[in-house]
């Protein structure tokens, strides 16, 4: 079992910036993939970014390249995510979540995919 806390929501303008957190417990963290998907009111679940248990590989949605970075460190067991740039439209409760299973491309995209789930941090970005 992993135990996945998300942390670092909240409210900001649009144009501002905030870092979520996501800390991980019971399993050896750094043989993980760890993803971000986020939820707005009234729509599906959606992939936000992954990163491979090492760091060397990163993907994200395009909606976000350019404005988020994913990054891990594996000895605080701990997944970042640092939103710059941020619009209305990022609105959403975002989930962390992670899976033993080194996935790519769209696999990384995939919900069904991931085992372990945060009980997710709201953001709200203010126009």
């Known amino acids: 079992q992993v135990q996945l806390v998300e942390s670092g929501g909240g409210l900001v303008q649009a144009g501002g910036s905030l870092r979520l957190s996501c800390a991980a417990s019971g399993r050896t963290f750094s043989d993980y993939t760890m993803g971000w998907f986020r939820q707005a009111p009234g729509e599906e679940r959606e992939f936000v970014a992954a990163?491979?248990?090492?760091?060397?590989?990163?993907t994200y949605t395009d909606s976000v390249k350019g404005r988020y970075t994913i990054f891990r460190d594996n000895a605080k067991n701990t997944v970042y995510l640092q939103m710059n740039s941020l619009k209305p439209e990022d609105t959403a409760v975002y989930y962390c979540?992670?899976?033993?299973?080194?996935?790519?491309?769209?696999?990384?995209?995939?919900?069904?995919?991931?085992?372990?789930w945060g009980q997710g941090t709201q953001v709200t970005v203010s126009s």
């Open positions: 990163i491979r248990w090492d760091g060397g590989y990163t």
């Open positions: 979540a992670a899976t033993r299973a080194v996935l790519y491309g769209l696999s990384s995209r995939s919900s069904t995919r991931y085992e372990y």
